[in-house]
């Protein structure tokens, strides 16, 4: 079956950095998007970013925009998160997703995507 792994979070001052990675298993997602979502307790899962898996095309929302970037290495089956300048906004379980790509490129609900990852928890105090 294939799984999706997220791992990288952690607990970070504002203004500092990390990187998250999926990893997908059990074969290459070629055909499909990726995309990184976020949800913070009480409140709903947000869309972050997202990409091709051959990177060619991206999409990030407003909020992460200029801050965040989306990579991959098609080598080890895996996407980054790069997350820059974090304040405590940011803070949240995040999530990677896997949808089949096929018309339009942009999906930004969580209903849209069929693989989900367990979430890892970045936490962003002062």
């Known amino acids: 079956q294939v799984q999706l792994v997220e791992s990288g979070g952690g607990t970070v001052q504002t203004g500092d950095s990390l990187r998250l990675s999926c990893t997908a298993s059990?074969?290459?997602?070629?055909?499909?998007?990726i995309a990184w979502f976020r949800q913070a307790p009480g409140k709903e899962r947000e869309f972050v970013a997202s990409?091709?898996?051959?990177?060619?095309?991206?999409y990030y929302s407003d909020s992460v925009k200029g801050r965040f970037t989306i990579s991959r290495d098609n080598t080890k089956n895996t996407v980054y998160l790069q997350m820059n300048s974090l304040n405590s906004e940011d803070t949240a379980n995040y999530y990677c997703a896997g949808r089949e790509r096929s018309g339009p490129f942009v999906h930004t609900n969580p209903g849209e995507y069929e693989l989900w990852g367990q979430g890892t928890q970045v936490t962003v105090s002062s």
């Open positions: 059990g074969r290459t997602l070629s055909n499909y998007i």
């Open positions: 990409s091709s898996w051959s990177g060619s095309t991206i």
